[in-house]
């Protein structure tokens, strides 16, 4: 799976939301990693965070999911189990700077992002790093796959 660089974003307090891409999803891809780390990481304020997802003309197709400023590369997949209907679109990142202390503190990071596609949900051990979306990634960059049930996670797959 080979990474695809989008840059840079300068997170700023008065900006609502960061437009990045262009994504286009190939063949039957069905799945969106998206791998971020900050800028000069600053480990004084670690609860730098925003929302990302993948926008297309019918909407926010597969989710979307927390990705925090983190000083390692930390990888995200997003995925409904199912290509999406729009094929083109772009990565929507909405900083949640409603928390004014990062602001005051001067602590917003840059953040560096980086996707790759994929066809079905299993990786080819390659990522590392935590997920999103009720889905992690062990050692070997196999996709488990968890769901709520009550009060308890239960494993659904690889």
């Known amino acids: 799976m080979a990474w695809i660089d989008l840059g840079e974003i300068s997170v700023l307090p008065d900006v609502e939301a960061y437009t990045v891409g262009p994504v286009e ?24 965070f925003g929302l990302v997802s993948y926008l297309s003309d ?20 997003m995925s409904v189990g199912r290509p999406p209907q729009s094929r083109t679109g772009v990565l929507h990142y909405v900083p949640r700077n409603f928390n004014l202390a990062w602001v ?6 840059a953040l560096r992002l980086r996707l790759a596609y994929q066809t079905g ?38």
């Open 25 to 48: 999803f190939g063949g039957m891809d069905d799945t969106l990693w998206v791998r971020s780390q900050a800028v000069d990481y600053d480990t004084t304020w670690p609860y730098s």
């Open 121 to 158: 949900q299993t990786g080819d051990g390659e990522l590392l790093g935590s997920g999103s979306l009720s889905s992690f990634v062990d050692a070997v960059g196999t996709g488990l796959k968890f769901v709520n049930v009550g009060t308890k996670f239960v494993r659904i797959g690889p």
């Open 58 to 77: 019918e909407g926010y197709e597969l989710g979307t999911g927390k990705v925090y400023a983190k000083g390692e590369w930390e990888s995200y997949a």
């Open 104 to 109: 005051q503190k001067q602590t917003i990071p």
